[in-house]
């Protein structure tokens, strides 16, 4: 990729910096404290389009000069933006064709950020002349590293519906289905009478009186999200013209449900990722971890970068909780373990102004004199300490299946249960591997999957006959698959497979279902003994159904609820592999352990749960999220960030972060 590392040394430390909010006397402030914390990178001109043109055609790039020189003087480089998730006042008033509409019709207003229509031809104008610009005066500042574009596209204007955006949703639908003819029996138009006369006749999903096409709602979620990678494109190409540095724009993966990151990955030179804890969660870092696999995927597999997180509260949460003693470390480390080459902040210095002065920042309004601003510097040692981490690979041998369209898909309205939710179900497999200290990698239903002894598909409603396929192929060569309920049910128009479900997965499963049974809210099922096993008991929630086999056989069998004595799990012996079938909503540990021993995926046995243990290159990180010390067993090197020689067994303190570069075991 051009220009990748971005910074050779070690890894990148920083974070977003918005120094015009300040007098410039404060900058110099800025860069002596940026030094004492060893920051080398900073993201830059985030929020500056009004300051470097003022008036349309008109610049003033002064005051970026002068920061940059300065942060070129003091060895500080600039991660530096494109400043078009904000446009300027003056832009919104002399094309007001360009604002955002909501659903309902209305007229999103200013006064704000991302207050734009995606498909404006003059936004689209106006925000590759300003990139250009940039590009063009900095591109050989001695300052400037890497290029970081926009900021989290389609966070707060995912969707756009007013008439330019349905012209642009009409061309669109004409390169997906050809004419309208493709189009109706695409979207099974004929349902309730909605077939279309011609494509002039679509309009993007506005609020409805009842439920609407599904298939309509898809299609202009994939519109929407490409209208803004053509956004991103465009002002790549105009920073292209002028300069190879490598070009990213922060996405914000997996918290921005509309963006589907596989379409973006190819878009971007390197990967970079903003995530904040949902600070309520007493299983936060679990979401995080998740967070951080999910985007080294996207990647992937390649380092990428954490672009932003919080040194300690942010604002937008209904608490919004400061972060305990050395969980921002932990929280840092475990975005470096999985793959990180970065550790990046919003922001540098707490705001005095406007909607985010209550978030925690690297340099609080407590100023130096804080734990915080301790745990900072602190923190800038230990990265520098683990430079050699910078570049080197994780790697996986199980992988979880997450589609955004599916993800999309089956949170639609009219669906069997409100209770069927995508995360729900992906980030309880999710917790249970990480609790059995298993690295995964995500993918596509559709990518190379032969890698992997494991592959989980937790929640694939929306899964194509060519994916359906992929995963029987998986199988039947050697592969060891674990299917939740309701997945394989509708192909990419939402429209239901042909016959009983779970018409994609049928065969691969081995197996049919014949009624669905979605559980009363908070009601529970218990698993029983059954099968050719035998149970061991459990319970399911949200969900039962009657399994039919066709092939396969059950392991354990619903012991009450509407399915007592027919299937809640099985599994299908297909060519070299298997397939195992979860029929509701249970604790998945029992069963993954079961398919991951079967699959001969090993995993340290004796490790607490609450301690996660993840292997980066030659470095094998050991994060206790407990308040009691943990042991691990079998590691052997230096510990890199307390110089210590490890033979065989590691005790890492409550909520400490041990970093042991390995070396091979002796043979005895
Ligand atoms: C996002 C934005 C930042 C800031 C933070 C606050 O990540 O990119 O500009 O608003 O949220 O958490």
């Known amino acids: ?42 993201s830059l001109g985030i929020f500056n389009w009004s300051l470097l043109e003022p008036a349309e055609g008109e610049y003033d790039f002064g ?175 105009a920073i292209r013209a002028h300069s190879d540095l490598p070009v990213t724009t922060n996405f914000m993966i997996p918290n921005c449900k509309p963006m589907d990151y596989w379409r973006w990955a190819g878009e971007v030179d390197v990967v970079s990722n903003d995530h904040y804890l949902d600070s309520g969660r007493a299983d936060a870092h679990i979401e995080l971890a998740m967070a951080a696999d999910l985007t080294r995927s996207v990647a992937g597999g390649r380092p990428w970068m954490i672009m ?57 309004h407590a100023g130096t004199d804080s734990a915080l601003w301790r745990e900072v510097v602190d923190l800038g040692a230990d990265l520098g300490r683990l430079a050699g981490v910078r570049g080197s690979l994780v790697e996986a041998e199980v992988a979880v299946v997450w589609d955004w369209e599916s993800y999309w898909a089956v949170e639609l309205e009219w669906r069997p249960s409100v209770d069927v939710r995508f995360r729900e179900r992906v980030e309880a497999y999710y917790a249970a591997l990480w609790r059995e200290h298993v690295t995964v990698d995500f993918v596509h239903p559709s990518a190379d999957i032969s890698g992997y002894r494991v592959v989980v598909a937790p929640s694939a409603y929306l899964l194509t006959e060519a994916a359906g396929k992929n995963l029987h192929r998986y199988v039947e060569s050697g592969g060891h698959l674990v299917v939740s309920f309701f997945s394989g049910i509708v192909d990419e128009n939402d429209a239901i497979h042909p016959g009983a479900h779970p018409g994609a997965l049928r065969d691969v499963l081995g197996l049919w279902v014949e009624e669905f049974h979605p559980l009363p ?58 397939a195992w079938y979860a029929a509701t909503a249970l604790d998945p540990r029992d069963l993954l352990r079961q398919v991951l021993d079967h699959a001969g995926v090993t995993r340290p046995r004796d490790l607490p749960d609450t301690l996660e243990a993840v292997r980066r290159g030659a470095h094998v990180f050991l994060i206790n999220h407990d308040d009691r010390p943990a042991t691990a067993h079998d590691v052997t090197g230096t510990g890199v960030l307390d110089g210590r020689q490890y033979d065989g067994e590691v005790i890492v303190p ?10 091979p075991r002796r043979n005895p």
């Not at 991660?79 to 604002?99: E, G, I, M």
């Not at 955002?100 to 991302?114: C, F």
């Not at 909607?355 to 920042?361: C, G, P, R, V």
């Not at 698993?527 to 061991?536: P, W």
Request: contains cysteine; glycine residues 12%; aromatic residues 10%.
């Open 63 to 237: 005051r970026l000069d002068r920061i940059l020189d300065l942060l070129a003087a003091s060895g500080i480089k600039a991660d530096l933006a494109t400043p078009t998730s904000s446009p300027p006042v003056w832009f919104r008033n002399r094309y007001p064709a360009s604002r955002l509409v909501g659903r309902e019709g209305q007229v999103l207003a200013g006064g704000s950020r991302h207050s734009f229509c995606p498909s404006s031809p003059d936004y689209a104008a106006a925000s590759a002349r300003i990139a250009g610009r940039l590009a063009e005066r900095y591109a050989d500042h001695p300052a400037t590293a890497m290029w970081h574009v926009h900021n989290e596209y389609g966070w707060a204007n995912p969707q756009c519906y007013c008439e330019t955006s349905a012209g642009a949703f009409r061309d669109w639908l004409r390169d997906r289905h050809g004419d309208v003819a493709e189009l109706n029996t695409a979207w099974g138009t004929t349902f309730w009478g909605l077939t279309y006369g011609s494509l002039e006749e679509v309009e993007p999903p506005r609020i409805s009186p009842v439920g609407q096409l599904t298939a309509l709602q898809l299609d202009f979620a994939r519109f929407s999200v490409e209208a803004h990678i053509a956004n991103f494109r465009r002002e790549r190409e």
């Open 308 to 364: 932003e997180h919080s040194t300690g509260a942010v604002n937008w949460q209904p608490r919004n909780l400061a972060k305990r003693p050395g969980e921002m470390r932990r929280n840092s480390l475990a975005h470096v373990a999985r793959g990180s080459d970065s550790v990046l902040f919003f922001q540098w210095r707490a705001s005095r102004y406007g909607a985010e002065k209550f978030h925690s920042a690297m340099l609080p």
């Open 1 to 42: 990729m051009p220009g990748y590392p971005v910074l050779p040394e070690g890894l990148a430390y920083g974070g977003d910096y918005n120094p015009e909010q300040w007098p410039e006397e404060v900058w110099h402030d800025d860069v002596r404290l940026m030094r004492e914390a060893g920051v080398n990178l900073v």
């Open 521 to 578: 809210e908070g009601a529970t099922v218990r698993l029983g003994a059954g099968g050719t096993s035998g149970g061991t008991g459990g319970t399911g929630r949200i969900w039962s159904e009657r399994v039919r086999p066709a092939g396969a056989r059950a392991v354990q069998d619903f012991a009450d609820g509407p399915d007592a004595g027919h299937p809640a799990i099985t599994r299908h012996d297909l060519g070299a592999g298997t």
């Open 654 to 663: 409550p909520g400490g972060v041990i970093v042991v570069a390995t070396t």
